[in-house]
């Protein structure tokens, strides 16, 4: 074989600059499927935020919808998945993780037989919440909020809403009251009731990390997160394209129920560490 020119290395060294510029240019942009971050959604309206980016793909995120928040929280804890969106209760108590986002205000609707505007309305009456809502910090932000307004409510907590005149809950048994009740309507969100006249209500979904892949995640992680918060903002502004998200992603079973629970949803991203 013949020696090569110096004609001959000098392309040769340049061809394999080249592709070594072009192959970290490649990593730089995310297109390692094998480092994108798993991040699982809970099929739950409070996940409407995150709505574009399970209609959406991307090299730096998998997006995966989860059945429930604790089949998530589940996963995250077993290394399955690298981030989900979970209560604000179950984020705190996932150790190894991080809290790094969360995704508005966890949702207390109230649902009548008549229309009611105030809290105020409700006094002297009696008032339903599901079972599992006893002794949670939306049953606490509710009784804090009948105190502020000086309403006496009996509050009874039970799944039969058949003879309720009202009643409290989250959007997603809310969703299925208005489906089985046809008399029974939304009248309005006590939790934003509750952050105008208390100053605060219960956060909502938490972006939750492990840190065993925050040590080692570069680029990919930042991408998806700057990603997220572009989601959440994107659905509060784009209301008609999110409903047809919201069906179709399977957060919502259809886009009549999804455009009827929209404006209820809470459509804002808070970085943690800003908050008190």
């Keep these: ?45 409070t996940a409407a935020g995150a709505a574009p980016l399970l209609q959406t793909s991307a090299a730096q995120y998998v997006c995966t919808l989860g059945s429930t928040t604790a089949v998530l929280q589940k996963a995250l ?27 508005g205000y966890e949702q207390l609707l109230l649902l009548g037989r008549r ?21 949670s910090a939306l049953a606490k932000m509710l009784e804090a909020l ?37 008399g029974i309507r939304i009248c309005f969100s006590i939790t934003r009731s509750a952050r105008h006249a208390l100053d605060t209500a219960p956060y909502g979904l938490c972006l939750t990390v492990r840190k065993d892949y925050l040590q080692q995640a570069g680029t990919d992680y930042d991408a998806f997160e700057r990603r997220f918060q572009d989601a959440v903002h994107y659905a509060d502004e784009k209301r008609k394209k999110t409903v047809a998200m919201m069906a179709s992603s399977g957060i919502a079973a259809d886009e009549a129920e999804a455009n009827l629970l929209y404006p209820y949803c809470s459509f804002r991203y808070m970085d943690p560490t800003t908050l008190e």
Excluded at 154 to 182: G, M, R, V
Aim: charged share 20%; aromatic share 6%; net charge negative.
């Design 146 to 182: 009948l105190r502020k307004e000086d309403t006496f409510c009996t509050i009874l907590y039970s799944d039969d809403f058949s003879e309720a005149e009202w009643i409290a809950c989250s959007l997603d048994d809310a969703a299925a009251i208005l489906k089985a009740q046809p």
């Design 115 to 135: 229309d009611a505007v105030h809290v105020q309305d409700l006094d002297n009456s009696t008032l339903v919440l599901p079972q599992k809502l006893q002794n």
């Design 1 to 45: 074989m013949k020696p090569r020119t110096p004609q001959q290395v000098r392309i040769l060294a340049i061809a394999f600059a080249v592709l070594v510029l072009l192959t970290t240019l490649l990593l730089w942009q995310g297109v390692r499927h094998g480092d994108a971050v798993r991040v699982g959604i809970p099929k739950s309206y």
């Design 77 to 103: 804890l077993a290394g399955d998945l690298d981030a989900a969106l979970i209560p604000y209760d179950m984020a705190v108590s996932c150790e190894g993780c991080e809290i790094r986002a969360i995704l």
